[in-house]
């Protein structure tokens, strides 16, 4: 089963990834070097795998980000750095653990509709008497996607993890 997933998530992940290289006829900017995302704050809800040990379970998370550099690191592209926290609960085995994270995003914005990012930072769960009592807490890398449809809806967000495999939407303003 766990295999179906990763091959799954594999070929969505691929399949966005390889859509991103066709340009919209509206595109009147050049890739990677328009302005940035002019949100100072993104709120938005993830769902999907969360893995705590070796088990599998079903995770929704509430997320909530601050851009701290609005230009980025990198001056000849299009990129920015946010401050961001999960959090939400993973049912597994009948029971539930809640899980967090505290990261840095960096996003790469390929134009209006499209962008990439990675995250660094801490992430861990907490435990409860049917799960032996646990608080954990670990180093936390990931990557994802934002796809944005139209400025004044959500977007689609896409993130992968050591810990996670999530699907949801996410606001900006």
């Known amino acids: 089963m766990r295999k179906f997933i990763a091959q799954i998530a594999?070929?969505?992940?691929?399949?966005?990834?390889l859509s991103a290289n066709f340009a919209s006829a509206e595109e009147a900017e050049e890739?990677?070097?328009?302005?940035s995302d002019p949100a100072q704050f993104h709120?938005?809800?993830?769902?999907?795998?969360?893995?705590l040990d070796s088990s599998a379970g079903f995770e929704v998370l509430g997320t909530?980000?601050?851009?701290?550099?609005?230009q980025g690191f990198v001056p000849?592209?299009?990129?920015?750095?946010?401050?961001?926290?999960?959090?939400?609960?993973?049912?597994?085995?009948s029971t539930t653990a809640f899980s967090y994270s505290a990261h840095l995003r960096w996003d790469?914005?390929?134009d209006a509709a499209w962008?990439?990012?990675?995250?660094?930072?801490?992430?861990?769960?907490?435990?409860?008497e049917s799960l032996d009592n646990r608080f954990l807490l670990f180093p936390r890398f990931g990557a994802g996607v934002i796809r944005t449809f139209n400025e004044n809806a959500p977007s689609i967000r896409f993130e992968v993890s050591h810990?996670?495999?999530?699907?949801?939407?996410?606001?900006?303003?």
């Not at 594999?10 to 990834?17: C, D, E, K, P």
């Not at 909530?64 to 609005?70: E, G, T």
């Open 10 to 17: 594999g070929g969505l992940f691929l399949s966005i990834a």
């Open 31 to 35: 890739n990677w070097k328009g302005a």
């Open 43 to 51: 709120l938005g809800a993830l769902t999907g795998l969360g893995i």
């Open 64 to 70: 909530l980000s601050r851009k701290i550099v609005p």
């Open 76 to 93: 000849d592209i299009s990129n920015s750095v946010s401050i961001e926290i999960q959090a939400g609960p993973i049912f597994i085995h």
């Open 108 to 110: 790469f914005r390929k």
């Open 115 to 128: 962008t990439f990012y990675s995250v660094a930072g801490l992430g861990g769960s907490i435990t409860g």
């Open 163 to 173: 810990e996670r495999l999530s699907l949801g939407a996410i606001w900006g303003f």
